[in-house]
């Protein structure tokens, strides 16, 4: 019953370029290591969790080409040619992002193991809807678990978020 | 004090905060441990020889290696660490081994030969009783017994008119925070070593480990903060005795990050409970007997199941006033994984069980739920479930009262316009002990002092595992010092650091924090302005603390960096014990918090599944100190106890899990919570009170899933005596009883 | 295959990438008027997509219910149903879907309903291409899941049909699905032969719901039993016939 993450006795490797965070990257990986590795492992962005290992928690989620991903199902490889954003992508050291600002004024958190996950699917949602209305927060977010909040601070943070980004516009 | 920002928030917002289990040393080795495939089995032979063969690996341990108690366990410390010649549950370990590769590591565990002969499995209580059964244990597989006995029952129960008798079986739940055990275990330089793992109470954690390491506590450093997430279960050990034995094997720094599924077979659950309860009133409506068994699966060791159990038995008549109670609880030894510490403590288990039984009297006797309470709940100076004194408050009726009014509103308002669905409302309350109880060590403490860049530091051996400790300690202190949070530094979570200030846990910390600030501030505040007083030339009494220092006339005169002086520091501590009732009865809790809950339900039909549309939660604890961490508390926690209520389940069977990850465990995601979750906090206490804000770490969890089976009653009429409710048994009901039927007839679905 | 790579399966020697062809990820709508949707088309896009919303709610929303946005938008459709257990299936069944196959001696093509019954590729190595769904526009679609949980859940049951009915209510056409966790989704072809050209009374629909149990023949595990599968999918479609009259 041991993860074996890797297949062993195989060193070959294959190169992937992709940006992460506006960054070109440009490494040797192996064609069956994931990507949630990679970018937790080898790229030391650890704001991306691991927690299921199965797709079943969105806590290693990612933006690939502005599209919702949990990087634990992605292989390294599939992110050849692609733009990455991960949690540390979205706030420089001075300024947080809209989102952020919301999860941080409303109690969108509290162990903050599911928060960058969480934070990134409210920016996929609301880059493709502006005014979500209750049935589509939910479906945005269901991907998503979180232990702590029951999701009632997560809620008032994605509304917050909405209108922070109306500001914004 | 209201709406705070926690001082954690910006870096866990950004991702930035590095979690004990995202941090990375040079040379730093992955550590893997092998865990015993059989729930109960004699280990014959363990080969380590081919692993240590394999390129990559560093280290092979086994119970050879532990050079001091191969065992812990926070109450006994009867759990191997690495088992001889017996493994008694799925998760027990037999070897680790540190690597250069996770991979490597994982490679070598399927190295490791051992050889098993397999015992017959003790998969329930009942099994574990049996003359025949195997002994888990050398004295037995009774790990504990608990009872509790007041008044004359048989008189009591004669004196009734209703009794009702039923049995309530509630299951295993995982913790499921959502990161897993892990952390990074590093020998320092000059000896000693650094282990950076979540842990609830990182004193206890380097007590342990000195004394399985054989080394002194001086030695070992615990970092134990931030966690993502503990809800109780990692205060017991976990995997810090097999980093740490690597570490010291291979002299360099060893992590370890279990898997979900690693994490899932070897953490400790809540434990599973039958509780049969038989309860009487008389013609008035009255509580005059209460009779209780308790069966707790405790598995195969101890670590806190006794204090659990005590807690059980302490809150089996809750809130109301019963001349007679008779209970009696046993925690059974299992091969059943290991049940441990869990939010609520026990409390959750009982008080499913007594709200059930309130609920039935009333429909029995032809009185409303609430009727049923107001003619039982306990008054302000009524003795505590134990006959112990306590800390007086008004808490029972003021959250029934208001769980009572938001009921009317609920009932009011509903509305139903399918017909394959049908609505009901129901309540419950309970109260709550927080602190470990009369008896216990519950020491207390924590640390103020001037730093020498200015600022404030004020240091408790607390951790944060989310629950937002760092934002009441923020809270309080800046109000009881009156200066801002800019003026504060907060340190936890690290023994070399901090004084020692108990677990955290028991909804103690909230408590423990405003009472080392009781005692802390004035001698502080006095040593503050006595120099500022010197400095300045002036009165000590014409000078305040303020933001950013010593205020003067509504001015702000003299930083607090002006304060400093490196020849007389300003540090004052302080230690203490939480606080217990003058009566010396084991175990009793003195300051208990109260919750009033009212749920509304969906069922629908054809399915069987329930959906709690709505969740109120009256809570009485004092007052409110961080308005947002609070909030958090009461709605997470009512939202752990939906997913209790309605899925959670670690399934087992033989004494192995069905239920190995999030895919077929599950935990409530945003689809099957109410979108509006609703509070209210009761903060008034009695003016004499002098306790200050209790806990509410777990009160939200308690009293949540009576009220669901209350209004799943309320529904469709099925008394609910089994969590997790399932959908099958809701549509056997319904079927039994021809409510979908009727349902098809009259094609109106409102009640 | 990274869910068995969790409990312990070696990932195979050699993974081939297909996600470079770009006819694989197309939706357009034929001379037909059937709609063809590539097999690697994610399931994301597919849901969204204004043919399949439009033109097939029922498979829309059954896509709705796979997994989590997340995951849909890598997943792909031809995933779905070669896994073959997926939760789009039951709605494509019940549109009557057909699969175009790559293989060694050119395209060849199947009802998805002949490829569910065994599971076989038509020939070795054959790489499903696209899918192909007729024009639906006389009859009623439906689909509904249920999980352990509201969303985010593998199914316990899935059920799918597609009803064509006449201005007297009687049946001129039905196809009834009925699938969920293990069970593979199947048509429940004798429910059908007894519903055609008949008028839905209660005494019909009484015969119906304990036929659709039987033939659905769903089978248990450890979280739900058989029974309960069974009812609930007799439930979930006889309430939508009861609906349509």
Known sequence: MEVNHQTAGRNETMSVSFLLNGEHIQLNVSPVARAVDLIRGELDQTGTKISCGIGRCGACSILVNEKLMVSCLLLAYQLDGTSVTTIEGLSSQDEIHPIQKAFLEEGGFQCGYCTPGMVLATKYLLDSNAEPDQHAIQEALSGNLCRCTGYGGIIRSVRCATSNQEGVR | MKKNIRPDGKEKVTGR????????????????????????????????????????????????????????????????????????????????????????????????????????????????????????????????????????????????????????????????????????????????????????????????????????????????????????????????????????????????????????????????????????????????????????DTGAYATLGPAILDFAVEHTCGPYLIPAVKTNGVSIFTNNGVSGEFRGFGGNQITFALEGQIDRLAAAIGIDGIDMRRRNIRNEHDLGPLGQRIAETNGASDVLQSAAAVYAEKKRLLSNQDPWKRIGTGMAITMHGGGLGFGRLDPAGGRLSLKEDGEIEISFGFEEAGQGILGVIEAITTEQLGCAKEDISIVIGDTSLVPSSGSTTASRGTSMVWHSLQRLKKPFLQK????????????????????????????????????????????????????????????????????????????????????????????????????????????????????????????????????????????????????????????????????????????????VAPAIANAIWDAIGLRVSQLPVKPEAVLKSTKERGVLHGSQSSNSGAK | MQMQREQGVAFPPHLISLEQ?????????????????????????????????????????????????????????????????????????????????????????????????????????????????????????????????????????????????????????????????????????????????????????????????????????????????????????????????
């Open chain 2, 528 to 703: 503050l302005l006595a120099r500022a007083a010197g400095i300045m030339g002036m009165k000590e009494e014409q000078l305040s603390i303020g933001p950013g220092g010593i205020w003067q006339n509504g001015e702000c005169r003299l930083s607090f960096r002006e304060l400093v002086s490196e020849q007389e520091p300003i540090i004052i501590s302080t230690q203490f014990d939480f606080p217990v009732s003058p009566d010396p009865i084991d175990s009793a809790h003195f300051l208990y918090t109260y919750s009033g809950v009212v749920a509304q339900v969906e069922v629908d039909l054809l399915t069987g599944r329930i959906n709690v549309g709505e969740l109120h939660q009256s809570i009485s604890a004092g007052p409110v100190v961080n308005e947002m961490g609070y909030l958090g508390q009461i709605e997470g926690g009512g939202v752990m106890a939906i997913g209790y209520t309605l899925m959670e389940d670690v399934i087992m069977a033989d004494g192995h899990y069905v239920t190995e990850n999030l895919d077929s465990y599950l935990i409530p995601g945003i689809k099957d919570v109410p979108f509006d979750l609703q509070m209210k906090a009761i903060e008034s206490l009695p003016e004499e009170d002098h306790h200050g804000p209790r806990g509410v770490g777990e009160i939200g969890t308690v009293a």
């Open chain 2, 17 to 296: 905060l590095k979690y004990l289990t995202d941090l990375a040393f040079p040379n730093m080795l992955y550590g893997k441990i092998l865990r015993s495939p059989y729930p109960h089995a004699r280990i014959l032979s363990i080969s380590t020889d081919k692993a240590k063969q394999l390129p990559g690996v560093q280290a092979v341990i086994t119970h050879k290696d532990v050079p001091g108690l191969n065992g812990f366990g926070i109450v006994r410390p009867d759990q191997p660490v690495l088992c001889k010649d017996i493994v008694r549950y799925v998760g027990d370990a037999v070897a680790a081994v540190a690597a250069d590769s996770i991979e490597i590591a994982s490679r070598a565990l399927e190295l490791i030969d051992v050889q098993y002969e397999p015992l017959p499995v003790l998969d329930s209580p009942e099994k574990a009783l049996e003359a025949s059964a195997p002994l888990l244990h050398p004295d037995g597989n009774v790990l504990h017994r608990a009872s509790f006995q007041k008044g004359d029952i048989e008189a009591e129960f004669s004196k009734c008119t209703t009794v009702v008798e039923e049995t309530y079986h509630v299951p295993r739940q995982l913790h499921a925070y959502m990161e897993t055990e892990g952390g990074v275990i590093v020998p320092e330089k000059g000896g000693g070593l650094t282990v950076y793992v979540g842990t609830q109470h990182g004193f206890k954690d380097r007590f342990q480990l000195s004394r399985i390491l054989g080394v002194s506590e001086a030695d070992i450093r615990i970092v134990s903060s931030p966690m993502g997430g503990s809800f109780g279960g990692k205060d017991e050990l976990n995997i810090q005795p097999y980093g740490a034995l690597l570490a010291i094997a291979t002299g360099k720094p060893v992590k370890i990050h279990q898997t979900r599924q690693e994490s899932m077979r070897s953490s400790i659950k809540r434990h599973p409970m039958m509780i049969t309860m038989k309860t009487g009133v008389d013609r008035a409506g009255k509580l005059r007997a209460h009779q209780t068994t308790i069966v707790a």
């Open chain 3, 21 to 245: 062809i770009r006819e694989l990820t197309d939706i357009e709508e034929t001379v037909d008027g059937s709609v063809r949707i590539g097999a690697l088309t994610d399931l994301e896009t597919c849901r969204t997509h204004p043919l399949v919303k439009e033109g097939c709610p029922a498979l829309s929303e059954a896509i709705g219910t796979i997994a989590s946005p997340a995951v849909r938008n890598k997943g792909t459709i031809g995933g779905n149903i070669l896994y073959g257990v997926g939760d789009a299936v039951p709605a494509l069944l019940a549109m009557n879907a057909r699969l175009s196959w790559f293989c060694k001696n050119g395209i060849r093509s199947e009802w998805l309903l002949d490829y569910m019954s065994d599971q076989e590729l038509p020939a070795e190595g054959a790489i499903l291409t696209d899918i192909s769904i007729p024009s639906l526009v006389e009859g009623h679609c439906f689909f509904r899941k249920v999980g352990r949980r509201e969303t985010f859940i593998p199914s316990v049951v899935t059920v799918a049909m597609y009803v064509e009915l006449t201005a007297q209510l009687s049946i001129q056409s039905i196809r009834l699905v009925a699938g969920g966790g293990v069970n593979t989704p199947r048509r429940l072809i004798e429910c059908e032969k007894m519903l055609m050209g008949k008028q839905l009374t209660d005494e019909l629909l009484r015969v119906l719901s304990s036929k659709l149990k039987e033939e659905s023949a769903l089978i248990g595990d450890a979280f739900t039993s058989a029974d309960y599968r069974r009812t609930v999918a007799a439930n979930l479609l006889v309430s939508e016939l009861q609906s349509l009259r």
